[in-house]
């Protein structure tokens, strides 16, 4: 990067944490640190929610997603709106009614205290690891730009984020998120915006989108019903409400944000938004990865997008080796700008035999590299055993670094540092509140002061900022990072979100038959995912269903035992 990316980077994040720390100052309890005195309006909670899912793993692998599969993943989120207006009917309502800290307090009034336990340590378990690849996402950045190890720069960026997280609270996190939004919001504008400028002078948005869509990139509805099948509409339609009504409405890391709400409507109206903007903001993103796909057609891409492995590889005894594979890729990718413009000059004359038999020609060549990247990966591995092969999360990275002008490379960067801190912060935060009401002080230290507590709590936020970190030193193992955090989340949501619905919708289920139900759900759902016989998102409904249908009948039995005994 240049000297005006580092200073535009630099500043872009000393505004955003200065901001913060300034509104977080004089916080004096939990109710401050944990749920910001309750005093944020509805636009605040909508960016919060918001900023807290849409973290840096969303602006590194989505678009790398798109580049390499299509557009199919935008189906995840069509749940979404559903869910939210089933959390702004349920949820909300019940929740600022009670004046809790946390979603599982609630659990323990409905149920019983082992209940509360089991589900606060559920969340703690899949929060703690998904917050780990979440500080990972972001250190990819300076791995690659300042050709470290992604060992060190993981621990710089995630020291970075533990201290601000411990001295700011909910309060300094939600008034980040506000900016970070309206930052984050406008560079992806601008990104946009500068793949089509990039393009060649004779090729458009809709000549872009035309050649991507021939080559199946843009394949972003899929009306099959298929279990196996990870992206369709009816997994997201089913699956994906299930699994946002679970993260929205139980996941600390969000009640957390429309908890801060100032009243029952702003906290609806802020999930609202949220349920509004996500959809078309995650749409917008993966068509940059599709444009993106359609500039790398008349331009050569890296055959692997990994610089730190491809640099180790140059300097190795393999180097040769390597040199004649690129040469094979370059080669074929002028033979692909070849098939290219045969393509758009058959379209402009609305020839459809040749334009078919260039596309095909096209794919075939695509197939070539495809073979040349296995080549290139077997190579990999000789050189580095431990290599991650798949690069999905440094495609748009790479993509940035190496055609942005200057200025704009520090932009994008400090946007995907500013989504990290946002999502981090808040999952930090969420799992040290968690901890305190749910653990210290319902067991610990029941009768501690406030400033006992909220001293507590900037520990546990030490503490679990601590483990996210020892965690992320292990996330490049995940593959695509936006996939590994979902399918973490939904082998846990729908057990948690069975656990909830019970408990508002099933009246007559007590606590220890919804608590054994809870510890069988999440043994099917293990099993069910080890063998792999269905999609991930189907398992956020098969854990709800699960919960509902065992404790309705241990309840049913134990009734039965009863009346028996009797």
């Keep these: 990067m240049s000297t005006i990316d580092w200073i535009v980077l630099f500043f872009t994040l000393l505004i955003i944490v200065a901001y913060g720390m300034y509104k977080s100052r004089g916080i004096k309890n939990i109710e401050g640190y944990i749920v910001g005195d309750r005093q944020l309006p509805w636009y605040n909670v909508g960016l ?30 069509f749940g979404l709106p559903l869910a939210m207006i089933v959390l702004c009917i349920t949820f909300v309502p019940i929740f600022h009614r009670l004046r809790i800290y946390t979603a599982y307090e609630f659990l323990e009034k409905r149920f019983d205290v082992q209940t509360r ?19 990972f996402a972001p250190s990819i950045i300076l791995s690659s730009i300042l ?46 915006v500068m793949v089509v400028h990039l393009l060649p002078d004779n090729i458009g948005f809709l000549d872009a989108l035309h050649i991507a869509g021939k080559t199946g990139k843009t394949n972003a509805i899929d009306w099959t019903f298929d279990l196996e099948n990870q992206y369709t509409v009816w997994t997201g339609l089913i699956g994906g409400f299930f699994l946002q009504l679970s993260y929205f ?24 938004m949220n349920g509004l903007l996500k959809v078309p903001m995650q749409f917008c993103i993966l068509l940059i990865g599709v444009l993106v796909f359609a500039y790398y057609q008349f331009n050569t891409p890296p055959l692997f997008f990994n610089n ?77 055993p431990q290599v991650e092969l798949n690069d999905n999360n440094y495609i748009f990275l790479s993509f940035v670094t190496n055609t942005f002008p200057i200025g704009l490379i520090g932009l994008l960067i400090a946007v995907i540092f500013l989504a ?49 970190l020892l965690v992320a030193l292990f996330a490049s193992q995940l593959g695509n990072l936006l996939e590994a955090v979902n399918i973490l989340g939904s082998l846990f949501y729908g057990t948690i979100l069975g656990i909830f619905l019970v408990a508002f919708y099933l009246k007559s289920i007590g606590g220890k038959a919804v608590f054994w139900a809870a510890i069988l759900s999440e043994i099917v759902v293990f099993i069910i995912w080890k063998t792999d016989i269905m999609a991930y ?8 269903i699960t919960v509902i249908s065992i404790s309705f009948l241990f309840q049913l039995l134990s009734r039965r035992s009863k009346i028996s005994t009797i």
């Design 537 to 544: 998102l189907w398992l956020n409904l098969v854990g709800c």
């Design 420 to 468: 990290s801190m946002g999502a981090t912060a808040s999952a930090i935060n969420s799992l040290a509140s968690t901890t305190v009401v749910d653990i210290y002080k319902r067991f610990i230290n029941k009768k501690g002061s406030d400033r006992g507590y909220l001293n507590a709590s900037r520990v546990f936020t030490f503490l679990w900022g601590i483990i996210a």
């Design 308 to 384: 730190v492995e491809v640099n180790r590889i140059e300097k190795s005894a393999y180097a040769s080796d390597y040199a004649q594979i690129i040469q094979k890729h370059e080669s074929l990718n002028e033979t692909k700008r070849e098939n290219i413009k045969q393509f758009l000059a058959a379209k402009a004359q609305k020839n459809a035999q040749v334009e078919e038999a260039a596309i095909q020609a096209l794919k075939s060549k695509n197939q070539e590299d495809i073979a040349l990247r296995a080549d290139l990966e077997s190579l990999l591995k000789k050189n580095n």
């Design 249 to 272: 409405g139980t996941d600390q890391s969000q009640v957390g944000r429309y908890l801060t709400g100032s009243s029952v409507r702003d906290s609806r109206m802020g999930l609202l």
């Design 117 to 135: 336990v089991l589900t606060a340590s559920l969340f703690l378990i899949q929060r703690g690891i998904s917050t780990g690849i979440t500080i």
């Design 48 to 77: 919060s929610v918001m900023a807290t899912q849409a973290s840096a793993i969303t602006f590194l692998s989505a678009p790398g997603l798109a580049y390499s599969s299509g557009m199919s993943f935008a189906q995840f989120y």
């Design 147 to 192: 050709h470290l190890d992604v060992t060190y720069t993981t621990l710089m960026i995630g020291s970075v984020v533990i201290l601000y997280t411990v001295w700011g609270g909910t309060k300094a996190v939600s008034y980040t998120q506000l900016l970070q939004m309206a930052i984050i919001i406008g560079a992806l504008l601008t990104a946009g």
